[in-house]
């Protein structure tokens, strides 16, 4: 009776590993997801009452959860896809937008931050492969925009500045970590090319939505926040555009070139279309710099498609409005152009003889800009000008160290002339342009553009890094050195 009571022994049962070993790392960090599941599910309905039940902001937080794993899981692929994409995502990005009390939060500003993460653990992780200069180049900037924001009478919007300009700094790094052979520059730069198939295809379904009507007020802005926006960023695609068209390969398939070349016209036809005149001038620029010192033939292309281009509705107008309304009076129409000098002048002659110095702190402009231009009523207006905005906001030391930042950067760029005479001679003129169109446009505003462009400069820069023998593997086209055989490298990815 008694053997008869007796529990059981079941000798194939073994007890669960997790009860032995409660404490192992992979059994802690289920807990610890579990957790974090257990709160997310608990704070649900508290998110959707704080987002508004809007489907679009609901999605931001599972978003930054996810490119939060993306980073763990593998860093460059990360940069990679946020290069690929970020030129489609203004108007999804801004469905994401909601405000804890009066500061504005969204999935874009998780991104940037993001961008800032991986630099900084890129540059944890192999500090010595950007080289020294490429810190000195925009470590004063930085600097100088800091103090900006401890002078700031707008703390939050120059704190958000400040980092925008970090993550541009952070993409100029990941351009640099991305390149160690010259595949990996042209297929840094074939991204970038592909970053643009969204915006333009979407450019292609407003045409049809507007039934081709481009004339009037018609600006064309694509998946951006404002025409300004797709124009520049337009610029730096065609600028990668045509550099791998001219370097592409002698036995590429003729298919390869037409599609190319005509890829290439329409990204031309889209800037047109954005209407923004600075952008025009920049391309005007490379293309003329271009034909005087390699082809002089394309000359004539850009007298053809010059003509061809005033034919389109409203391109004409948007140049001949600058011949009128020149005059500042009571009630007087300025043109763009006239009202931005107006602008310039009020705020000048407003500023104290100590803001020519340190400036009166980042973000200033926009916020006295209210008290100072007499047609702002209750707007706020931006400088329309980084210069003017640097010595308004920063001074002196403002306009130095942005200075010291183009200086510096063409000065990493020169040698890649010796290397690959189209690409530095792209890059450069990428960077002349940020000069010259900073004269009358917002540019620091313009996170797409600036992201593209600082991360082809830094790739740019990346190449006179390379071994000599590396560097000097390119294809045999105008402007570019004869390939010849390169030792082996790790590959982009």
């Not at 190319?260 to 920049?282: D, E, H, I, P, Q």
């Not at 003129?429 to 000069?435: D, E, P, Q």
Request: a positive charge; hydrophobic letters at 55%; one cysteine or more.
């Amino acid at each position: 009776m008694a053997v008869s009571l007796k529990w059981p022994a079941f000798s194939s049962f073994k007890a669960p590993d997790i009860v032995k070993n409660p404490l192992r790392p992979v059994y802690l960090l289920g807990a610890l997801l579990l957790l974090v599941a257990v709160v997310l599910g608990a704070a649900t309905p508290l998110l959707v009452n704080l987002m508004g039940a809007s489907p679009g902001k609901l999605v931001a937080l599972p978003a930054a959860m996810l490119f939060g794993l993306l980073i763990i899981y593998d860093r460059k692929l990360t940069l990679l896809m946020i290069v690929l994409l970020r030129a489609s995502g203004d108007n999804v990005l801004e469905l994401t937008r909601f405000s804890i009390g009066s500061y504005p939060l969204g999935i874009g500003g998780v991104i940037n931050g993001m961008v800032i993460v991986l630099a900084m653990m890129l540059v944890f992780e192999k500090p010595a492969l950007v080289p020294r200069r490429g810190y000195t180049a925009w470590a004063p900037f930085l600097l100088v925009t800091l103090f900006g924001v401890a002078t700031s009478p707008e703390k939050g919007e120059a704190a958000r500045l400040f980092l925008t300009q970090v993550s541009y700094f952070a993409m100029f790094i990941g351009g640099y970590f991305c390149v160690r052979t010259r595949e990996d520059f042209r297929a840094c730069l074939k991204l970038v090319l592909w970053s643009s198939a969204i915006p333009v295809l979407y450019s292609f379904y407003i045409l049809a939505y507007v039934k081709l009507a481009v004339g009037g007020e018609f600006r064309m802005r694509g998946t951006f926040g404002h025409p300004n926006v797709m124009a520049f960023y337009l610029t730096v695609i065609i600028g990668v555009a045509f550099y791998l068209l001219k370097t592409l390969p002698a036995k590429a398939p003729t298919r390869v070139k037409v599609c190319m070349t005509l890829y290439l016209v329409v990204l031309l036809g889209m800037l047109l279309l954005t209407k923004t005149r600075s952008a025009w001038t920049a391309a005007a620029l490379a293309f003329g710099l271009y034909a005087l010192i390699f082809e002089r033939r394309y000359l004539i292309y850009m007298a053809v498609l010059g003509a061809l281009a005033l034919m389109i509705p409203g391109v004409g107008d948007r140049l001949t409005e600058l011949g009128e309304g020149n005059k500042v009076t009571i009630y007087a129409n300025l043109n763009s152009f006239a009202w931005r000098v107006y602008l310039w002048e009020t705020a000048i002659g407003y500023m104290q003889p100590i803001s020519f110095v340190i400036g009166n702190g980042l973000q200033s402009f926009t916020k006295y800009s209210i008290v100072f231009f007499p047609f702002a009523g209750k707007t706020n207006y931006g400088a329309h000008s980084v210069y003017v905005q640097l010595l308004f906001e920063l001074g002196v030391f403002g306009l130095a160290a942005f200075g010291w930042l183009a200086y510096s950067l063409l000065r990493q760029l020169a040698p890649v002339l010796k290397v690959d005479k189209l690409a530095g001679f792209s890059l450069i003129v990428m960077v002349v342009n940020l000069l010259v169109c900073s004269i009358s446009d917002n540019m620091f505003y313009y996170l797409s553009y600036n992201w593209y462009l600082w991360f082809a400069v830094g790739a740019g820069c990346a190449l006179y890094r390379l071994p000599p023998a590396a560097a000097a593997a390119a294809p045999g086209r105008p402007g570019v050195p004869a390939a010849v055989p390169a030792p082996p490298a790790r590959p982009l990815y």
